[in-house]
Nanobody, 112 residues
C-alpha cells in the first residue's frame, strides 16, 4: 500500500535550519507531483511547496520563498524540504502529500 513517512523535524532556534525527508513507497514515485503542507497550532493546513515529477518545476508559498527549497531523489523515492532562516511562525506539523495520500507528519518547533 501507499506509504509516506516524514522525518527530520525537531526543535531549532530562530535562524536555524532543518532538512525534512519524505520516504515514499507503494506507488511509482517518479510519476507523481509531490507536495509539502504544514499546520501550525490553531491554524488551517497550508501548502508550503510542490515539485514536479522530475523536479524541474517547483512552487512555494510566499511565506517561505527564498528560505525553503523543495527537492526530490527519484532513485531513492524520497522528497526533501530544506528549511533555512527558520522563524517562530514556521512552527507546525509538516506533512508530505500526493494525490489522496498523506504522511503522519513531523513536528517542527522554532523557538529560543
Amino acid at each position: 500500500q501507499v506509504q509516506l513517512v516524514e522525518s527530520g523535524g525537531g526543535l531549532v532556534q530562530p535562524g536555524g535550519s532543518l532538512r525534512l525527508s519524505c520516504a515514499a513507497s507503494g506507488f511509482t514515485f517518479s510519476t507523481y507531483w509531490m507536495w509539502w503542507y504544514r499546520q501550525g497550532p490553531g491554524k488551517e493546513r497550508e501548502l508550503v511547496a510542490s515539485i514536479s515529477q522530475a523536479g524541474g518545476s517547483t512552487n512555494y508559498a510566499d511565506s517561505v520563498k527564498g528560505r525553503f527549497t523543495i527537492s526530490r531523489d527519484n532513485a531513492k523515492n524520497t522528497m526533501y524540504l530544506q528549511m533555512n532562516s527558520l522563524k517562530p511562525e514556521d512552527t507546525a506539523v509538516y506533512y508530505c502529500n500526493t494525490a489522496q495520500y498523506w504522511g503522519q507528519g513531523t513536528q517542527v518547533t522554532v523557538s529560543s
